[in-house]
């Protein structure tokens, strides 16, 4: 189904270090002329949101994207008000963001997952006289949902993933040639797909899609949070996510402060309850330490430390965790906890879920709901709390159960440290 065309959104750019107001220039990423490491944020003409109808799907959100354009096949997160999950451990106001496929529920994003939310809104910041190929770095979910945008609006896209996580890249219908995934040889991670990404956009034919330092990645994000609240009513007293970058968490918070400036929900900060996969969890151990700073990680403890997670999509090294306006700014502003979740744990969450609320979640939305049943187990947090539970993805057994599904294969295959002269040669041949 076509989505209505919407004209462009009216905005300009702040940095959040020096507070300095910019035009966006087309793809910005960084603060014109400044040197110390800040976010950019986009600030909307529109103080007030107003909300489209739903025929706009994602679209419905977007007095608050930094858009150009409008793309088909967009859905929006659905957020409802916990019961069987609510009942279960005595919470008495948990309301639920659900970004992935429930038809039953009005969730129809096809890859499951809420990145969705980062590709319609990434991919709309393009104009239509975009002649660059897009790249982005995944560990997998971000990668399938890029994939699926970029195929059906035929928007040329080169994904890196590591060659151990290819397995995530499942769609139901083929994907169109105009995508082109290249990969890091097995025994490598996340890191090592983003140098390979690196090293291809040193070729002025491509353009790095940006990560967190892309306006439209954390304002598509943020759109779980506008869910939960034109929903609720109210802005949510805490906010629970499972975090690889931080990203979402970061966009949680930018949201927050906007609705706040709406003026029509209240002025309260949610906590932010954050939680990483236990034993790979280098925010936490930043956080406990109250260090601004990532603490050193040894690359071979890392990749090892990815292998036994089973939520290998929150396995970010490098998060945007330290910079101005980053998740270390996010969790002091709010008040907020980084939590763990080991794999048991997250598995006996993904069964409640599916036994009490009736769909089944990505391990990291079952890291996220596991870390909140431990802070409630440990008597954390009030029964009564106004709770946001961020599903991040779910409804991939239903989905795969339902259609036939196909997988995209390797174009390249990289060794973990390849020559970047190579890379760049091989690459320009693959599209040009």
């Known amino acids: 189904m076509t989505t209505p065309h919407i004209p462009r ?69 659905v957020t409802y008000k916990s019961e069987g999950l609510a009942k279960k451990f005595g919470l008495t106001n948990l309301w639920i963001t659900f970004s992935g496929y429930w038809p039953e529920k009005g969730a129809e994003m096809k890859t499951c997952s809420f990145k969705e939310t980062e590709a319609y809104s990434v991919c709309a910041r393009m104009d239509d006289d975009w002649d660059k190929v897009l790249v982005v770095a995944s560990a997998g979910n971000t990668a399938r949902s890029f994939a699926r945008v970029c195929s059906d609006n035929k928007i040329p896209l080169l994904l890196s993933v590591p060659e151990d996580n290819i397995n995530v890249l499942w769609f139901d219908e083929p994907i169109d040639d105009c995508v082109k995934l290249i990969v890091s040889r097995s025994g490598s991670d996340y890191f090592d797909a983003i140098h390979l990404s690196n090293l291809a956009c040193r070729s002025a034919h491509f353009i ?27 802005i949510p007293e805490y906010y629970f996510q499972a975090i690889g970058s931080g990203t979402g968490a970061i966009a949680a918070w930018e949201a927050n402060l906007r609705l706040i400036g709406d003026g029509r929900f209240g002025n309260r900060k949610m906590k932010l309850m954050v939680s990483q996969n236990e034993p790979f969890n280098p925010i936490y151990d930043a956080w406990k330490a109250d260090s ?14 990815v292998e036994e997670i089973d939520a290998k999509v929150l396995s970010n090294r490098k998060p945007p965790y330290p910079l101005t306006g980053g998740l270390y700014d996010a969790l002091k502003d709010t008040d907020g906890h980084v939590i763990l979740a080991n794999n048991k744990q997250a598995k006996i969450a993904n069964r409640l879920f599916l036994e009490t609320e009736g769909n089944d979640l990505h391990p990291a939305a079952a890291v996220a709901l596991a870390s909140l049943i431990n802070v409630v187990n440990e008597g954390d947090i009030e029964k009564d709390a106004l709770i946001m539970l961020n599903i991040t993805g779910g409804g991939e057994e ?6 036939e599904l196909h997988y995209l294969k390797p174009s390249l295959v990289f060794d973990i440290d390849p020559d970047p002269e190579e890379v760049k040669e091989r690459l320009e041949k693959l599209f040009f």
Do not use: C, H
Not at 211 to 234: F, P, Q, Y
């Open 9 to 77: 959104t009216r905005y300009k750019l702040q940095s959040i270090a020096s507070g300095k107001i910019f035009e966006d220039t087309g793809w910005l990423l960084d603060a014109p002329g400044e040197k110390k490491p800040t976010l950019i944020r986009a600030i909307y003409e529109n103080k007030r949101l107003q909300l489209k109808g739903p025929e706009y799907g994602f679209y419905i959100f977007a007095d608050w994207l930094p858009i150009q354009r409008t793309l088909k096949g967009s859905g929006a997160p």
């Open 208 to 234: 790095p899609e940006g990560g967190a330092k892309n306006v439209a990645r954390r304002d598509g994000m943020g759109t779980t949070v506008l869910s939960a609240v034109t929903t609720i009513g109210e």
């Open 292 to 305: 601004r700073a990532m603490l050193p990680l040894d690359d071979e403890l890392a990749r090892k430390q």
């Open 398 to 403: 239903k989905f795969k159960k339902e259609k």
